[in-house]
């Protein structure tokens, strides 16, 4: 057999990698089109756009939460994929799951917490002081520290960003002893009125990136998310099989 020369070998390495090239840069146009229709047609800000687990559609993560487009941007989607060949496995949250633990590691500072005393499991949940079955749940915060279970109160003021219970969050995170001013919050009374710098708003525009519709929605430390009001021993069964 007769063996190519360097000379041809190094011409087919270069037509290759201008072919990759040439590839590569179609594709990045071509998601540069796609983010720039997104943008204007739905008024949702893209953050990313990339390979979805199904050919045909790409996978778009905007700031209100994760979509799915056609190759040609005709047809946008608001779905969960789910894998038949590996139990039905939820894709579209295996890959929030990864976008929620990377997302609160920045907020790990200004979460409201209150920790057990023999931790074995930490749950951040998202919570508004006005939603009744988050009260619920903080009533029975002693359940949940003596279960071993710390809660991380992360903002998500249903109302939005201009609105009262956003302000009235904003004083709880401002006061001298958040925790007391979030149990006081949480049991109808009045805090006194406070400003300073917080991250309030970030978690409530984070929260609806990860797809937080309501509250309270507790994420577990596999980035996995159970909507609702969960008694303490049911979640602490949640935490010990997620393990």
């Given amino acids: 057999m007769k063996l ?20 590569a840069e179609k594709a990045q146009n071509n ?31 905007t700031a209100r939460g994760l979509f799915y487009t056609s190759l040609d941007g005709n047809y946008f989607l608001q779905a969960n994929i789910y894998n038949l ?17 990377e997302g609160l590691e920045k907020f790990t500072d200004s979460v409201i917490e209150f920790k057990a005393k023999d931790e074995k499991y930490v749950v951040n949940v998202f919570t508004d002081i006005t939603c009744g079955y988050c009260r619920k749940l903080h009533n029975e915060m002693s359940q949940y520290n003596d279960l071993g279970i710390t ?16 302000n009235d969050m904003v004083s709880v995170w401002c006061a001298d002893d958040p925790q007391k ?9 009045q805090i006194p009125n406070k400003s300073c710098s917080t991250k309030v708003a970030e978690q409530y525009t984070f929260g609806q990136k990860i797809g937080v519709q309501g509250t309270p929605n507790i994420v577990m430390p596999d980035g996995s998310v159970v909507p ?12 010990q099989a997620a393990l």
């Fill in 151 to 166: 809660v991380r109160y992360l903002a998500f003021p249903r109302a939005g960003i201009n609105s009262q219970p956003y």
């Fill in 181 to 189: 001013a979030m149990t006081d919050a949480k049991n109808g009374t």
């Fill in 31 to 61: 998601f540069e089109a796609l983010e720039k229709k997104i943008e204007t047609t739905l008024q949702m800000e893209v953050e990313s756009i990339g390979d979805s687990p199904v050919t045909g559609l790409l996978q778009v993560l």
């Fill in 85 to 101: 060949d590996e139990d039905m496995r939820n894709e579209t949250d295996a890959a929030m799951s990864g976008l929620r633990i």
């Fill in 4 to 23: 190519l020369s360097k000379t041809k070998l190094l011409l087919i390495g270069s037509i290759s990698l201008l072919s990759f090239t040439a590839a």
């Fill in 228 to 239: 609702g009001y969960q008694p303490a021993p049911v979640l602490a069964q949640a935490l």
